[in-house]
């Protein structure tokens, strides 16, 4: 079996404080650590276990994991694995780099998010470039604000070429479509960002090839359907993966509507669905203004 996971423990914390994010600088206590070290080592195990599947995974924590030791380990070993195909997670890149050294990079890949007023631009452009020569396979992005934009031009401009940028949507805020294009000169692929896509009774990858897990191994068809397929440890979700069409009115997030059968988006990021990365540099022609 081919199965994508986007798994997603208990971990909350951060050790920024965005105002856009609902974790900023939230602080888990040590036995709540304790408890998310012990559900990923549960999942990394059982993940290590499934040599009849071929596995790709994607760590999407409410939190920043790669300043935790066993997110870095996880990662680690389970590129390793002769049965994963890709291992991913979501960071801000505030870890050090090093860890990447014992990594099997064939498999291994990293989507980070610049946060401007968090760090300084110069060490987060400095982290990317060591990514870049460590042969790290990335992808670097932003939130769409308005007071972002000319951070976001200088990131383009001083971000390796072959480094896809992308621009996610700012959470409630409306695009003009001058505002748009400005976007979208820096990302050709945030039309599909701008606005959330209408879902309801089409047909999409999760809960049949794509699953979403939680510290329980809990298992849902995405992070945004709450009812539940099963649950990963007792093997109790395989019998209810099938095809299936999206019970929601729509899909405003990225990690949700890639895997929209009705988006071309699994032909643009060919080989790169999980750590964002499109098969050729994307181009603005044949790009929906509107979705």
């Known amino acids: 079996m081919d199965l994508t996971i986007l798994y997603r423990g208990p971990l909350a914390s951060c050790d920024y404080d965005c105002p856009y994010c609902p974790f900023a600088k939230r602080r888990d206590s040590r036995d709540q650590l304790a408890a998310d070290r012990a559900a990923l080592e549960r999942f990394t195990a059982w993940a290590a276990g499934q040599r009849g599947d071929s596995l790709s995974l994607l760590f999407t924590p409410w939190g920043e994991g790669l300043v935790r030791s066993w997110y870095r380990r996880a990662l680690v070993e389970l590129s390793r694995l002769p049965h994963t195909r890709r291992v991913a997670i979501q960071t801000n890149l505030s870890c050090r780099t090093d860890w990447l050294d014992t990594a099997d990079l064939d498999t291994l890949a990293l989507w980070c998010t610049f946060h401007p007023g968090q760090t300084p631009y110069d060490r987060f452009l400095a982290k990317c470039r060591d990514l870049a020569a460590r042969g790290v396979r990335h992808s670097v992005g932003i939130v769409g604000l308005p007071e972002h934009l000319e951070m976001a031009r200088r990131l383009r401009e001083d971000l390796p070429s072959p480094v896809y940028l992308w621009v996610n949507a700012a ?3 409306s695009y003009t479509d001058a505002e748009a294009d400005g976007w979208t000169a820096l990302d050709p692929l945030f039309p599909y960002s701008r606005r959330p896509h209408r879902s309801a009774g089409l047909p999409c990858r999760t809960g049949e090839s794509v699953i979403s897990v939680d510290g329980e191994g809990t298992v849902r068809r995405c992070h945004f359907v709450r009812s539940e397929l ?11 993966l099938r095809p299936r069409a999206c019970p929601l009115a729509v899909c405003d997030c990225h990690i ?14 060919a080989g790169g669905v999980l750590e964002r990365i499109p098969a050729a540099p ?8 509107d979705r």
Do not use: I, Q
Not at 256 to 269: S, W
Not at 282 to 289: A, K, T
């Open 282 to 289: 994307p181009s603005v022609p044949g790009v929906p203004r």
């Open 171 to 173: 959470e409630g805020h």
């Open 230 to 240: 099963g649950n990963l440890y007792d093997g109790s979700y395989r019998r209810a």
């Open 256 to 269: 949700g509507y890639v895997h929209l059968e009705t988006l071309p988006l699994y032909d643009v990021f």
